[in-house]
């Protein structure tokens, strides 16, 4: 099966723009999704597809796609948007039912 | 509105079998238009898409896990359920049960979620 990947941390200065990213040979073919998880909570979609975005999910949250690298971009970093972010997107490399999700970036805000 | 929620044991011993079932509120689990899926997240670590079913009972495995798990669908009572067998401590997780649509790749709606720990 094929494999997501993506930076561990990263950080934003408060307002500041911050890109996360996901990388992997199956997002040359598949669309990835994104999502926020707060400590002790559920994770929430927060961008899916080529432009979608989940009804009260703030504008500030973007995605793009380009090659094998999918990101979500963060315009103007809120405190609350401190999170662990996940990307999730098929298996380009076997059966394509098969789903599988990156380890995700651990957002600070600073 | 639309809703999910796990439920189950939250202690399971050793070699034992996990059981859980997610209820699903504010619609049908018939629809055509959506698989329902398993998702865990071990204590600390990332998520792990476990696996999904349609409610023709068709069902997709983590190929990781594919020898040991079973997802089932009771469209009359609304609900799908996961079977995980000879667990081991490395099974203690949070599960999720979410929605994904058939044409998509994405989970949305998702349950609270719900721990289950393997010890004796």
Redesign the interface.
């Known amino acids: 099966s094929s494999e997501l990947t993506q930076d561990p941390a990263v950080s934003v200065a408060l307002g500041q723009t911050v890109k996360i990213t996901c990388q992997g040979d199956s997002l040359r073919s598949y669309f990835a999704s994104w999502y926020q998880q707060k400590p002790g909570q559920a994770p929430l979609l927060v961008f899916y597809g080529k432009n979608n975005r989940p009804s009260g999910i703030p504008d500030r949250f973007s995605g793009s796609s380009s090659g094998n690298t999918a990101s979500l971009t963060i315009t103007g970093a809120q405190a609350e948007d401190e999170a662990d972010y996940y990307c999730n997107s098929r298996d380009g490399s076997g059966d394509r039912l098969n789903l599988l999700f990156a380890g995700g970036t651990k957002l600070t805000v600073l | 509105q639309v809703q999910l929620q796990e439920s189950g044991p939250g202690l399971v011993k050793p070699s034992q079998t996990l059981s859980l079932t997610c209820s699903f509120s504010g619609g049908s689990i018939s629809s055509r238009d959506y698989y329902w899926?398993w998702?865990r997240q071990s204590p600390g670590k990332?998520?792990?898409?476990i696996g999904?079913i349609y409610y023709t009972g068709s069902a997709?495995y983590?190929?990781s896990l594919k020898t040991r798990v079973t997802i089932s669908v009771d469209t009359s009572k609304n609900q799908f359920s996961l079977r995980l067998n000879s667990v081991t401590a490395a099974d203690t997780a949070v599960y999720?049960c979410a929605r994904?649509p058939r044409l998509?790749?994405?989970?949305?709606?998702?349950?609270?979620?719900t721990l289950v720990t393997v010890s004796s």
């Open positions: 899926s998702i990332g998520l792990e898409w999904y997709y983590n190929p999720y994904a998509g790749n994405w989970f949305d709606p998702w349950g609270q979620g």
